[in-house]
């Protein structure tokens, strides 16, 4: 049987407030399972432990109590901490480097030789669509060329396990298409997702599995086509049909004593019309 790529078994964390008599419950018996290659979408509210249990997993806090394991081995060991590739939502650059600088640090941390670091650093920054601006300073980089290059730094050593906080936060459309697409590009290569995100439609696009948390507990986890499905009704998608059949269609439904709920034309979402005007308009 696979080793699930991460495993959080029993998970609770309570934080103990200073000066007063009570403790914030963070999160409550969490157990979640993600495979390898899997990309794994953590939803909830503010407040709902998404945050703590990426901390957890990648070591940074300790749980009050159960335990995590990555690849059947404990979280917080070194050998372990070198198969995660860990981007924050606000992820701390200094300004002052450049693109290939900024790749060179991280590259250097990661135990990278010079060889294989420029090689490495060149393909990341073809990847993320940042070669032109590769020796700008990060002073000049917008928000959506920050959220790549933080996305680079934490491909640069070749991690199993890749996990992203709210990595298009404060990107516009056209930006958060382009990081939706490295990630779905990152699982091509074999790696393991985790991705805590608020934007639904973008969690709906490129996530296999989700789990939703609220008030630190694990309240529904399953595949999207699974837990979006409505048991007790069946949607027909048709083209090139005339008003006169749709009729009879629907005479058809209720004569077995079903009920058409709703009739309409297909739509797009609001994202997708967005990027089309736009980028009509480019050309």
């Given amino acids: 049987m696979t080793e699930p790529a991460i495993r959080v078994s029993d998970v609770t964390k309570i934080f103990p407030t ?12 969490l ?12 939803l909830g509210p503010n407040g709902s432990g ?19 394991r990555v690849f059947g081995r404990d979280n917080s060991t070194v050998a372990v901490r070198r198969d995660i590739g860990f981007l924050p939502e606000n992820a701390y650059f200094h300004k002052f480097l450049t693109g290939t600088e900024t790749l060179r640090f991280h590259a250097r941390l990661s135990g990278l030789g010079s060889r294989e670091s420029k090689s490495r650093i060149a393909e990341l920054l073809e990847t993320v669509g940042l070669t032109r601006a590769a020796d700008a ?23 199993k396990i890749l996990v992203l906080d709210e990595p298009t936060a404060a990107v516009d459309p056209a930006g958060s298409r382009d990081i939706q697409n490295l ?5 091509k290569t074999g790696t393991t997702i985790l991705l805590s995100s608020h934007l639904l ?47 009879q269609l629907e005479r058809q439904i209720a004569s077995v004593n079903g009920r058409v709920v709703l009739r309409r034309k ?12 736009t980028e009509t308009r480019d050309e």
């Fill in 266 to 277: 297909p739509q797009t979402s609001l994202e997708q019309l967005f990027l089309k005007v």
């Fill in 183 to 187: 990630i779905a590009s990152s699982k």
């Fill in 137 to 159: 300073r990060l002073s000049t980089y917008s928000k959506g060329m920050l959220q790549r290059i933080g996305l680079a730094q934490a491909l640069i050593h070749r991690p």
């Fill in 201 to 247: 439609t973008q969690v709906q696009e490129v996530c296999d599995r989700i789990g939703i948390l609220h008030r630190g507990k694990l309240i529904r986890e399953g595949r999207l086509e699974d837990l979006l499905a409505i048991e007790n009704q069946t949607e027909f998608i048709v083209e090139n049909t005339t008003p006169e059949f749709l009729d």
């Fill in 31 to 42: 157990n979640l399972e993600i495979a390898p290659g899997e990309i794994y979408g953590l």
């Fill in 18 to 29: 200073p000066f007063r008599r009570r403790r914030i419950v963070a999160l409550q018996h």
């Fill in 50 to 68: 998404k945050s703590t249990t990426l901390k957890i997993i990648l070591g940074l806090i300790q749980p009050t109590r159960g335990s995590v």
